[in-house]
Structure formats: structure tokens, C-alpha cells
């Protein structure tokens, strides 16, 4: 039974740092048999393009590539072009019997076997055009990932980020040119630094030794910036576990404060988002400080505006955290657009929010919960027990 390959016009060759003498047959022919090759620059001077070769425009656009359907085009990628390679950014257009793809082994491959490093076991990241913070959340003792970077000045960079986020003697592996002639590798510390500025494409091994981040909900309040509008960590870990974060699950955070019930949702789960609707302006600045910090502000969005005006024309949520501002109005309006299977948490302290969410429960359902928390502090030379502010949460599903 045919697949249907036969019908493609564009071909993605995987390419190395050996050139055309890495590539199989299938590939050369390819090369040979385009009209047009696509390409960067160093892409096609390894496959020696020539007069075909045609460099992607920047900003990056596929359209080139779309605009000669019905031709015979060949795209060159680095090692496995579905590995943060081209083929991901192509396939959007492109119906299955389009193209066909010839992978050489990635840059991950070859650097772990270079290492000896069971690439399984080893965290993949492509810190090529994405902030260094993304790493925050990853790293811990013993953790090993291997990063592709901007430039030979990125290591740089990222050995001075790692000494000031808490890893100053993480063992660290530059690797240069992978897999060709030019090849090199440069073993360091993140506080022992003293490697020159090196040649792309260029990737990071770093193996942590130190611990990070706790991975449980409710971090210490100190990790974020706020003017005191903050879920407090006891209450933080109580609502998380109400919320109980999904993998791509959006989040509608509703009186977002420092913005730190989002940045724990986004931490919880692969690929959960949320949108923290916030109305004043020094604590939406707080809210992206914090997103940045942590390295999940691609997938938080901070909205001005106060609840439930601020609500249209945004994707509908999976789950919605009221922190603070609840009201009548705005729990009818959440009940008439909210899709049925819609989790919502709500907190309150003021007396009138407690009279609200007692209601809600009695007229919704769901659960209601009062937390009184203290905590121990000082009393003269003796200690005594600090009351917080009763909390009561109501949780439902819609």
C-alpha cells in the first residue's frame, strides 16, 4: 500500500557539521534534483547550494517555501528538522503526501554521545531564542540538561546566570561544531568560567549539584515581587491544590495581586497557561516581573482591567481563581459563560465575601472550606502564636 510519498515536492534534509559527507543518498538526491534549496546561510555553504541556494528571509517566514508549491524545493535544517528545526514551523501548511523528511542525528544525539549521557535521562532545551529563566524550574541536584544557545558569546551568559541563580558549581560542557571537522569542547564550572568566546552553533551540558526550586505547591512569599496584595504561601498551597493544574489547561486569574497563584499554576503542569486579569497598573508590572522571573511568562498573560468587564473577547478557561474582588455580578456572569466542566476556586476574608461564598455553596454546591492559620512570633523574649486572617475558599465545578 502506497504512502504517498512519491507525490511530495519538498524534501526537509537533516544537515551536519560534516556536510554533504554526512548524508545518505536519498539526501544528495534530493540536493541535487531541487530547483530551489532553502536554507541559512551556513546550511547552505555545508551543502554547497550555489546558484540554488536561497537564504530564509528575517524575519523567518515559510512562505518562500509555500509560494513554490509544485516544485522541486529541498529544506535544509540542523540534524533532526523536528527537533526545534524547521520541519515543525513547515508542517502547518502542509498536507502529509507534501514531503518527506531525511533526519541525520541532532545535535542532542551527538552531544550526549559525546558526554556518554543516556539522552533519556538528560532534559532537551532550545535556549536559542528563549530566556535563560526558562531553566529555573528545571534544574536540581544532579539534573542534567543539554541547551542549544544564541552564539559563541551565549555560554558566557548563561555560566554567569547559573552562578547567580543558585548553581555556582555546576559542571558545565561547551560544545562547539558538533560532529564536523571544527569540533571542540570545553569543560568548566559556572564560577570557574575561563573559556574564550567560541563559534556556533554552540550547546551547553550543564549537570547541576545543588537543589532548586521545591516542586510541591505553595513557595516561600520571598521568591516573589509584590507591594503585599499576595496569596500567602499556607493559603497559596491550599488554593494550588484546589485549582489542581492539568497539562495545557488555561487559568483565568481573577484579581491577580503579584501574579504568584498563576506563576505556580504554570510550574504545576506542562504547558498550562493563564491569563491574570489585574487593574492596577504597578501590580501588572509585578505580575510580568514575576511571569519573567520564573520563565513561564510565554505562557502567562497579564490583562488590565477589572473583572467581569475585562473578561470578553479572552479564551474561555479550564479553571478560574478569584483572589480577591468577588461579587455577586461577577459569579453570575462566570455562570453564564463558563463552559459546563469549569473549575472555579474563589477566597475571601472580608466578611462580606464570606456571607457571598456561603451562599454560593448553598445555592451551587461544591465544597467550602475555613482555614485559620498561625504561625509562631516573637513576644518579648518568649513566643507566641500569629493569627492570620481566616481564609474561606469555595471550589465547584460548573
Not at 513554490?68 to 520541519?87: E, Y
Not at 486569574?253 to 501574579?259: K, L, P, Q, R, V
Not at 478560574?320 to 466542566?341: C, E, N, R, T, Y
Request: with cysteine; charged share 20%; aromatic share 6%.
Amino acid at each position: 500500500m502506497s504512502d504517498g510519498l512519491s507525490k511530495h515536492w519538498l524534501t526537509i534534509v537533516g544537515l551536519g557539521e560534516n556536510g554533504l559527507e554526512g548524508l545518505s543518498d536519498a539526501s544528495r538526491k534530493a540536493l541535487a534534483e531541487a530547483e530551489v534549496i532553502f536554507g541559512g546561510p551556513r546550511h547552505l555553504e555545508l551543502a554547497v547550494a550555489g546558484s540554488k541556494g536561497q537564504p530564509w528571509p528575517v524575519p523567518f517566514s515559510t512562505e518562500p517555501v509555500l509560494a513554490l508549491r509544485g516544485h522541486k524545493v529541498a529544506v535544509l535544517a540542523s540534524g533532526d528538522p523536528f527537533w526545534h528545526g524547521a520541519g515543525g514551523s513547515l508542517m502547518r501548511d502542509l498536507a502529509p503526501d507534501e514531503w518527506v523528511s531525511h533526519p541525520v542525528p541532532s545535535c542532542f544525539a551527538l552531544a550526549a554521545n559525546r558526554l556518554g549521557w543516556k539522552l533519556e535521562d538528560v532534559l532537551c532545551l532550545g535556549l536559542h531564542a528563549a530566556p535563560y529563566a526558562r531553566l529555573l524550574p528545571l534544574l536540581g541536584r544532579g539534573v542534567r540538561v543539554i541547551c542549544t544557545l544564541r552564539d559563541g558569546k551565549a555560554p558566557a551568559e548563561l555560566a554567569q546566570w547559573l552562578f547567580a541563580h543558585g548553581q555556582p558549581d555546576a559542571e558545565l560542557t561547551v560544545l562547539e561544531r558538533l560532529g564536523g571537522p571544527r569540533e571542540q569542547l570545553h569543560r568548566t564550572t559556572a564560577e570557574g568560567w575561563d573559556v574564550p568566546p567560541g563559534g556556533a552553533p554552540v550547546l551547553m551540558a550543564i549537570e547541576a549539584m545543588r537543589p532548586g526550586l521545591p516542586q510541591a505547591s505553595g513557595l516561600a512569599d520571598a521568591h516573589f515581587i509584590s507591594d503585599g496584595q499576595i496569596t500567602k504561601r499556607p493559603v497559596r498551597a491550599l488554593t494550588l491544590s484546589a485549582l489542581a493544574p492539568r497539562a495545557g489547561e488555561l487559568l483565568w486569574d481573577i484579581g491577580g495581586g503579584s501574579g504568584s497563584v498563576s506563576v505556580e499554576w504554570c510550574l504545576a503542569a506542562r504547558g498550562a497557561r493563564a491569563i491574570t486579569f489585574e487593574p492596577r497598573e504597578n501590580r501588572l508590572k509585578n505580575i510580568k516581573a514575576n511571569a519573567a522571573a520564573f520563565g513561564v511568562d510565554h505562557r502567562m498573560t497579564a490583562v488590565a482591567g477589572k473583572a467581569p468587564d475585562v473578561l470578553d473577547g479572552h479564551p474561555l478557561p479550564d479553571c478560574v481563581f478569584i483572589g480577591g474582588g468577588g461579587s455577586q455580578a461577577l459569579l453570575d456572569h462566570l455562570w453564564g459563560i463558563l463552559p459546563a466542566g469549569t473549575r472555579l476556586v474563589a477566597n475571601g476574608v472580608t466578611l462580606e465575601t464570606e456571607t457571598l461564598l456561603m451562599q454560593s455553596h448553598a445555592a451551587r454546591g461544591g465544597h467550602l472550606l475555613k482555614a485559620e492559620i498561625a504561625e509562631a512570633g516573637p513576644l518579648g523574649s518568649m513566643r507566641d502564636w500569629r493569627r492570620a486572617r481566616p481564609v474561606i475558599q469555595w471550589s465547584v465545578t460548573r
